[in-house]
């Protein structure tokens, strides 16, 4: 593998050993990943809608741009992580997009959780800019994000993979080239179909525990040391204890993403009836005012269901 990731052909910088990046979207997720990179040695110019945002990335070391056609312009990488699939498409194409701004030979990585149809359209619409591409959302939440040990789920070719790797390991722990453009977006919307199930089974036994008069934390304790343990229990446990639904990955992304896996099951002839559920369950959540809560917010939906009106 080469140090740099495209041609000798972009400006020079003080530090030529690692690829220059670029960031689009600086939210819960988007923040604290490009500091890693920041803290792994990278050079990050990163650019999105809030001051504030900003402002933290330059205090982090990082580069603050006024556009998105600045953030890309002499990027090596370019690493966007922004809400949904309107949101790629905004930042991606048109006159001050990436596509019309980065130079041809760039790696640009979307790290967002967008449908796979969206994400295989932008790898043709960039290879036609001799722009490389690769899908790779990721699964961890805010704390993995922060501890950059998230699970990155990747799709494209396996030379774009190879050479992204060392940009991937100073973000998270599990990465995994899954097929084709378009791969690492059916992975994820599986992982969040999973992810919603569990939750949903958690806050159903939570209720269930409680009102059995069961000691709750004794008893998440014991699940999380046997079968029914897992990383959703493990994570999600202190929010269940106490109520606490600040957003780590709020409700109305787990909407869209459990959107994005109903769609396309029902485009190959996948049947999921205990995720269509769910996904309903989401979605009464969201019309109740709470999209803007984290998903262990379900538990809010059990508890009204149960005769509690929290």
Known sequence: ???????????TR???SRPAVAWIGLG???SPMSENLIKAGYEVTGFTLEQEKLDRLAAAGGTAAGSVAEAVRNADVIITMVPASPHVEAVAYGP???????????????????????SIDLAVAAGDKGIRVLDAPVSGGEAGAIEAVLS??????QADFDAAKPVFEALGRTVVLCGPHGSGQTVKAANQLIVAVNIQACAEAVVFLEKSGVDLRAALDVLGGGLAG??????????????DFKPGFRIDLHHKDMGIVTDAARAVGASLPVGAVVAQLVASLRAQGDGGLDHSALLRAVERLSGARP
């Open 1 to 11: 593998m080469t140090d740099k990731l495209t041609d000798s052909s972009h400006p």
């Open 14 to 16: 003080t530090d030529t």
């Open 28 to 30: 819960i997720m988007g």
């Open 96 to 118: 001050d997009g990436i596509l019309e701004n980065a130079r041809p030979g760039a790696l640009l990585i979307d790290m967002s959780s967008i449908t796979p149809q969206t």
């Open 152 to 157: 990155i789920m990747v799709g494209g070719e």
């Open 230 to 243: 897992s990383t959703v229990l493990t994570r999600k446990k202190d929010n269940f204890l106490n109520r």
